[in-house]
Nanobody, 126 residues
Framework: VQLQASGGGLAQAGGSLQLSCAASAFAFSRYAMGWFRQAPGKEREFVASVSWAGRNTNYADSVKGRFTISRDNANNMVYLRMNKLKPEDTAVYYC????????????????????WGRGTLVTVSS
């Protein structure tokens, strides 16, 4: 399983960015997918997750109402649309896959995810 995140960059506070994650050819539609982030000097934290078919989503309180996770199973892609960005959103963002789930599950813990991609840096200026 290989995951490749992209779309990071520099944004102003209040602006938007969309992250993408391309997954290698595995049973993508049977994996829950998630986004996590890690700011300098801090632990990796949960941002959002989406269930197999994309029907269920889960968000950290800090991003609810601003971020939207979605997936395209036909193309093995998962996205994170980030609106109303804040300087505290600055971090390296990671895409992750969880194979040990059932349909509908939306895990929210780092240890639940078995596969991780390299991160993409998001910097939000004030």
């Amino acid at each position: 399983v290989q995951l490749q995140a992209s779309g990071g960059g520099l944004a102003q506070a209040g602006g938007s960015l969309q992250l993408s994650c391309a997954a290698s050819a595995f049973a993508f539609s049977r994996y829950a997918m998630g986004w996590f982030r890690q700011a300098p000097g801090k632990e990796r934290e949960f941002v959002a997750s989406v269930s197999w078919a994309g029907r269920n989503t889960n968000y950290a309180d800090s991003v609810k109402g601003r971020f939207t996770i979605s997936r395209d199973n036909a193309n093995n892609m998962v996205y994170l649309r980030m609106n109303k960005l804040k300087p505290e959103d600055t971090a390296v963002y990671y895409c992750a896959a969880d194979e040990n789930t059932v349909s509908g599950a939306v895990p929210g813990q780092v240890r639940a995810f078995e596969y991780w991609g390299r991160g993409t840096l998001v910097t939000v200026s004030s």
